[in-house]
């Protein structure tokens, strides 16, 4: 599976809290229905349907995508959701 496209990510990646060590740009994997997506963040709690007890597609208009970074040295993971889209090439 290909990443969507993004532009490149302006700066380095952020240092590592635990370690100093600069982080790796990356994504966390959403899987549904056998198809995997790029996890997403939506703001506010989820407005779930009255008829089909499911978050409405109407609420994801607002969702931006999830860019995860990781600590090459000690796995450390910290996530963003960035205005403009994603920014894993």
Do not use: N
Request: glycine residues 10%; charged residues 20%; hydrophobic residues 35%.
């Amino acid at each position: 599976m290909q990443a969507e496209q993004a532009p490149a990510h302006p700066t380095p990646g952020p240092q590592c809290v635990r370690c100093g060590v600069e982080m790796k740009a990356g994504f966390r994997a959403d899987m549904a229905q056998g198809v995997l997506f790029q996890e997403r963040w939506i703001p506010g709690p989820p407005e779930k349907s009255w008829w089909t007890k499911q978050v409405p597609l109407g609420q994801f208009k607002s969702a931006l995508t999830v860019t995860s970074f990781r600590c090459p040295s000690c796995g450390y993971l910290e996530s963003y959701a960035f205005d403009g889209g994603p920014v894993v090439e």
